[in-house]
């Protein structure tokens, strides 16, 4: 190994312990979550023994980080930029409604951010995601009508819907409007 595998590799163990400690788990809740003993969850974070490949991925993935990120030196100094360019737009799944998708493509159908932007008339209607969804949408600018099942509001810039989106569901607008929609899958 080259002496900056080995630097990068020496951060590993306090960085699987940080993040561990930031989800408030322990290392039982580890070992369950992930199918690692706790035994080897702890002698890893005391940097006594190296994980394999597979036990690392399984540890990242029951902590919710990223795997490349653990590994990567400048993690705690790196900022993630995502350019108006850069960011993808969905165009074809409403009337008069682009959708600027700002989570990352790992935390789909867990977490997920959108921009709305909505022009006179424009919607966005939804069939209903899985059991336990939710939505917040928050107005920006303008005002958006909003339906969750029966129940409808009309929600002006600052204000936040939150609202079950396991049934059939609509965003619209009567005039232009921009809100930020985040989507929590159950």
Request: aromatic share 4%; with cysteine.
């Amino acid at each position: 190994m080259t002496d900056e595998t080995d630097a990068i590799l020496s951060l590993l163990p306090a960085r699987l312990k940080e993040a561990r400690r930031a989800q408030g788990l322990s290392l039982d809740a580890v070992a369950k979550l992930s199918g690692v003993s706790r035994s080897m969850v702890s002698q890893i974070e005391r940097g006594e023994s190296s994980p394999t490949i597979a036990t690392l991925w399984n540890l990242t993935r029951a902590l919710q980080v990223d795997f490349a990120g653990l590994l990567d030196e400048a993690t705690v100094e790196r900022i993630e930029v995502l350019r108006t360019g850069d960011v993808p737009n969905i165009e074809n799944r409403g009337a008069g409604c682009t959708i600027r998708i700002l989570s990352p493509p790992e935390d789909a159908g867990r977490h997920e951010v959108y921009e709305l932007r909505f022009i006179a008339g424009g919607a966005l209607d939804s069939q209903p995601h899985r059991r336990g969804a939710r939505e917040h949408l928050t107005v920006i600018e303008g005002a958006l009508q909003v339906q969750s099942g029966a129940a409808t509001e009309t929600i002006g810039p600052g204000d936040t819907a939150r609202y079950a989106a396991d049934v059939a569901h609509r965003i619209a607008a009567d005039a232009p409007a921009r809100a930020f929609l985040v989507v929590q899958d159950a």
